[in-house]
Protein backbone atom coordinates (compact mmCIF):
# COMPACT_ATOMS: atom_id res chain seq x y z
CA UNK A 1 0.00 0.00 0.00
CA UNK A 2 1.93 3.11 -1.41
CA UNK A 3 0.47 6.74 0.04
CA UNK A 4 2.68 9.23 -1.15
CA UNK A 5 -0.01 11.99 -1.30
CA UNK A 6 1.34 14.14 1.44
CA UNK A 7 5.33 13.63 0.21
CA UNK A 8 5.13 17.87 -1.13
CA UNK A 9 4.41 18.94 2.59
CA UNK A 10 6.72 15.97 4.14
CA UNK A 11 9.34 18.57 1.93
CA UNK A 12 8.24 21.75 3.68
CA UNK A 13 8.31 20.38 6.89
CA UNK A 14 12.02 18.69 6.62
CA UNK A 15 12.87 22.07 5.21
CA UNK A 16 12.27 23.63 8.27
CA UNK A 17 13.33 20.42 10.59
CA UNK A 18 16.79 21.92 12.10
CA UNK A 19 15.31 24.69 13.33
CA UNK A 20 12.27 22.83 14.61
CA UNK A 21 14.33 20.78 16.61
CA UNK A 22 16.79 23.57 17.71
CA UNK A 23 13.59 24.76 18.80
CA UNK A 24 14.41 28.25 16.52
CA UNK A 25 11.51 28.04 14.63
CA UNK A 26 8.37 30.40 14.80
CA UNK A 27 5.65 29.14 16.70
CA UNK A 28 3.34 29.16 13.76
CA UNK A 29 5.42 26.93 11.85
CA UNK A 30 6.31 24.37 14.71
CA UNK A 31 2.44 23.72 15.35
CA UNK A 32 2.09 22.70 11.48
CA UNK A 33 5.03 20.49 11.85
CA UNK A 34 3.78 19.11 14.88
CA UNK A 35 0.30 18.97 13.27
CA UNK A 36 2.19 17.21 10.30
CA UNK A 37 3.61 14.48 12.17
CA UNK A 38 0.70 13.61 13.74
CA UNK A 39 -0.63 12.24 11.12
CA UNK A 40 2.86 11.13 8.93
CA UNK A 41 4.68 8.18 10.48
CA UNK A 42 7.50 8.97 8.15
CA UNK A 43 8.27 12.29 9.00
CA UNK A 44 8.04 10.81 12.88
CA UNK A 45 10.07 8.35 12.51
CA UNK A 46 12.72 11.27 10.52
CA UNK A 47 12.07 13.81 13.29
CA UNK A 48 12.70 10.81 16.07
CA UNK A 49 15.86 9.86 14.56
CA UNK A 50 17.26 13.33 13.55
CA UNK A 51 16.62 14.71 17.60
CA UNK A 52 18.90 11.21 18.81
CA UNK A 53 21.23 11.93 16.14
CA UNK A 54 21.64 15.75 17.07
CA UNK A 55 21.52 14.95 21.13
CA UNK A 56 24.77 12.32 19.97
CA UNK A 57 26.40 15.13 18.08
CA UNK A 58 25.86 17.88 20.17
CA UNK A 59 26.98 15.01 23.20
CA UNK A 60 30.10 14.38 20.71
CA UNK A 61 30.46 18.15 19.56
CA UNK A 62 31.00 19.21 23.27
CA UNK A 63 33.55 16.89 24.42
CA UNK A 64 35.74 17.18 21.24
CA UNK A 65 35.55 19.81 18.69
CA UNK A 66 33.09 22.84 17.77
CA UNK A 67 32.13 21.83 14.32
CA UNK A 68 30.85 25.03 12.28
CA UNK A 69 27.30 25.78 11.59
CA UNK A 70 27.38 24.71 8.12
CA UNK A 71 28.98 21.31 8.86
CA UNK A 72 26.22 21.02 11.55
CA UNK A 73 23.32 22.35 8.63
CA UNK A 74 24.64 19.44 5.78
CA UNK A 75 24.63 16.80 8.03
CA UNK A 76 21.19 18.04 9.06
CA UNK A 77 19.58 18.22 5.38
CA UNK A 78 21.68 15.21 3.79
CA UNK A 79 20.39 12.77 7.43
CA UNK A 80 16.75 13.97 6.83
CA UNK A 81 16.79 13.60 2.93
CA UNK A 82 18.57 10.24 3.11
CA UNK A 83 15.40 8.91 6.03
CA UNK A 84 12.99 9.97 4.33
CA UNK A 85 14.10 8.57 0.84
CA UNK A 86 14.37 5.43 2.60
CA UNK A 87 11.29 5.44 4.69
CA UNK A 88 9.50 6.50 1.75
CA UNK A 89 11.11 3.30 -0.67
CA UNK A 90 10.72 0.70 2.01
CA UNK A 91 6.47 1.87 2.33
ZN1 LIG B 1 5.38 13.73 6.34
New binding site residues.
Given amino acids: MKNHN?AP??KQ?LGNLSEFIDGDLQAELCSEIEE?LKN?K??RIVVDTLKKTVELYEKCASEETNLPNDVRERLFKKLALDDLKKHQESS
Avoid: D, Y
Fill in positions: HSCMHCNC
